[in-house]
């Protein structure tokens, strides 16, 4: 994945899917927030076809994915405990 955008507490990361019928990427976007206790990772998942052209068309495909990120997000929180 390759880095398409990034501020101070968002990084939006992008790659391009292989084997489909039309140009497809895939992005995720990764925003930190700060909570009472420390902060919170959100994370958005978006299919994008035809990126960059007229015919872009963007779906978000984060519920789909919700398994996957939360071993994502549950990964994370094990080595923030460790330092």
């Given at each position: 994945?390759?880095i398409?955008?990034?501020?101070?507490q968002?990084?939006?990361?992008?790659?391009p899917?292989?084997?489909?019928?039309?140009?497809?990427e895939?992005?995720?976007?990764?925003?930190?927030t700060?909570?009472?206790q420390?902060?919170?990772?959100?994370?958005?998942?978006?299919?994008?076809s035809?990126?960059g052209?007229p015919?872009?068309?963007?779906?978000?495909i984060?519920?789909?994915?919700?398994?996957?990120?939360?071993?994502?997000?549950a990964?994370?929180?094990?080595?923030?405990?460790?330092?």
């Amino acid at each position: 994945m390759k880095i398409r955008s990034r501020s101070k507490q968002r990084v939006e990361l992008m790659m391009p899917m292989s084997n489909t019928s039309i140009p497809t990427e895939a992005r995720m976007q990764y925003i930190l927030t700060q909570a009472e206790q420390g902060w919170r990772v959100n994370v958005r998942v978006f299919q994008i076809s035809n990126p960059g052209s007229p015919q872009e068309s963007v779906q978000e495909i984060t519920h789909a994915l919700a398994d996957k990120l939360a071993e994502e997000l549950a990964l994370y929180a094990k080595i923030a405990t460790k330092r």
